[in-house]
Nanobody
Framework: QVQLVESGGGLVQPGGSLRLSCAAS??????????IGWFRQAPGKEREGVSC??????ITHYSDSVKGRFTISRDKNTVYLQMNGLKPEDTAVYYC?????????????????????WGQGTQVTVSS
């Protein structure tokens, strides 16, 4: 059974850093072959693609709102999102997801509807 578990969220002051982790299990293939994305959803807002990675296709994507501040990486079956220079507008529940097809993560966009498996989310709050 495929399972994604996020961790690392919390309360941080503006300008601070957090590292989110997404531990994946139950996949038939190595995560190398999947698209893996980070998304966030703030209260009253739609789910937004933050970043994604597809190692096999050599694609990494960041939304304009986080480019230069966030870094996505993968180590075996764990995907990380290093978040630096956090702002109050980064406050949201952060989710990781995988796309079995390998699609979903493109050089210019990260498409939530193309992802199949989702974690439960971890809350990130940026406030002084």
């Amino acid at each position: 059974q495929v399972q994604l578990v996020e961790s690392g969220g919390g309360l941080v002051q503006p300008g601070g850093s957090l590292r989110l982790s997404c531990a994946a299990s139950g996949f038939t293939l190595d995560l190398h072959y999947y698209a893996i994305g980070w998304f966030r959803q703030a209260p009253g807002k739609e789910r937004e693609g933050v970043s994604c990675i597809n190692t096999a296709a050599r694609i990494t994507h960041y939304s304009d709102s986080v480019k230069g501040r966030f870094t996505i990486s993968r180590d075996k079956n764990t995907v990380y999102l290093q978040m630096n220079g956090l702002k109050p507008e980064d406050t949201a529940v952060y989710y990781c997801a995988t796309a079995d097809s390998g699609y979903g993560c493109y050089p210019t966009k990260n498409v939530p509807r193309e992802y199949d498996n989702w974690g439960q989310g971890t809350q990130v709050t940026v406030s002084s």
